[in-house]
């Protein structure tokens, strides 16, 4: 008997692409799901981003021929409180 895992939308280093569907990370479920466990503490979140955008800049970067994305608005802008 298989036991079918169930694949959390997670980034794919280096790619920074959603394990699960493939989109963008974070993709609209992983944000979904961020904003729930961060409900009522938006600096926690946006702490943590920050952590993942430092991250991920210098590797999309080298994916990248051009230049470095700009990732503020894929990684923070949908996260600050409206
Ligand atoms: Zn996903």
């Known amino acids: 008997m298989t036991v079918r ?3 959390p939308h997670e980034p794919m280093r280096p790619l920074w692409r959603c394990r699960r569907c493939g989109a963008q990370w974070p993709c609209q479920p992983a ?3 961020l904003l ?3 409900q009522g503490n938006r600096t926690s979140l946006l702490i943590y981003l920050s952590g ?3 991250e991920a800049a210098p590797q999309l970067a080298r994916l990248n021929s ?3 994305p700009d990732l503020r ?3 923070l802008t ?3 409180a409206r």
């Open 31 to 33: 944000r979904l799901s």
């Open 73 to 75: 608005d894929r990684f």
């Open 52 to 54: 993942l955008m430092e």
């Open 78 to 80: 949908w996260a600050r």
């Open 66 to 68: 051009h230049q470095a």
């Open 36 to 38: 729930s466990e961060y």
């Open 5 to 7: 895992r169930v694949i």
